[in-house]
């Protein structure tokens, strides 16, 4: 129940992961992310995937925290650096 509220009180952050994202996902499941939402797939049914373009043809990830999102990164050492 505590966590419950953690999430509605805390600010919260927004990770989309679009396309062949397998490496990056992997690095989002190693790290501890509260009051974190994660999107993977490729479906524009999911709000948060929606409309967001794959760079270069790689994996993408986007993490978006107060409705502002980063720079989209296809790369492992960006993303982390991200989630810190």
Do not use: H, W
């Not at 009051?35 to 993977?40: F, H, K, T, W």
């Not at 373009?53 to 960006?78: F, H, L, R, W």
């Amino acid at each position: 129940m505590l966590s419950s509220v953690d999430f509605i009180v805390g600010p919260s952050r927004e990770i989309a992961l679009i396309g062949s994202a397998a490496e990056l996902l992997s690095i989002v499941r190693k790290s501890y992310l509260p009051r974190s939402v994660i999107a993977y797939g490729n479906s524009d049914k999911i709000p948060l995937l929606r409309d967001r373009q794959i760079i270069d043809g790689q994996g993408t990830a986007y993490v978006c925290e107060n409705y502002m999102c980063k720079e989209p990164t296809t790369q492992v050492s960006v993303l982390e650096a991200q989630l810190q």
